[in-house]
């Protein structure tokens, strides 16, 4: 269990600020407990000052995609089925709207750049994530990638963007199938290509291997999973 879970338990941190798996606990134990929470949500409101403010105090976590292009296809994603192989950009009137509606209420929790899509094939992402830290200052900013079009310059200019943290998951394929060794080499052969010394890794046997290093105040890890052995959340949105 990560620190940042762990901390999530603790009663002084709010709502928004909780890590996914300890949400819902949080929130049935506050529930009984804090009428304000009963009076804001179960008051019918349709006022959008009110509504705003539910928003703000009980989201967690935004999956903002903005590209619908992924150019894997692993076999434990839907994309498997669905592929999605048109590099669709959000409207940019549209992804301004919402950074607008976010500005006005001070969002400050965090928003995570993907969902089923491969965020680093957007050609517009560094621009999107300047305009993501200038305007909502105190968001923590992150993405799932596959790491295929991650290389030193694209990590440099990641970090001078404002970009928290990126979380790079080397996937195996159906035919590849999960072992130490050759996770352990994929992760090397990642920091070699990157250019980075590679970290102290922590090593799972046989379920996964996960590795982290802070590239200026930038946060990146680097993992690899035996979701044959797991199966895989892609319903929540994890890679
Ligand atoms: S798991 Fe990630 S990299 Fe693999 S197909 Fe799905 S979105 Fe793409």
New binding site residues.
Partial sequence: MKQYELDSRNEGIPLNKTAGRFYFEKFINNFSSNKDITKLLFNGTTDNKQSKEIFKRFVCIINLETNAY?N???HY?P??IFERKNNINIDDKLFLKIINELESIQYSSTISLNL???PLSDTKIFERIKIIKTRLKNVFLRFNS?GDFLDIATLKKLESCGLDSINITL?TTKINTYNDTNSKEKIDKFYQKLKLDKPQYIITSNKNITSNIQFGTLNMIVNTTNWDLYGND?GGGG?
């Fill in positions: 992924c894997r296809h692993c994603c994309l498997n089923y899509n491969e596959n996937h892609r890679e």
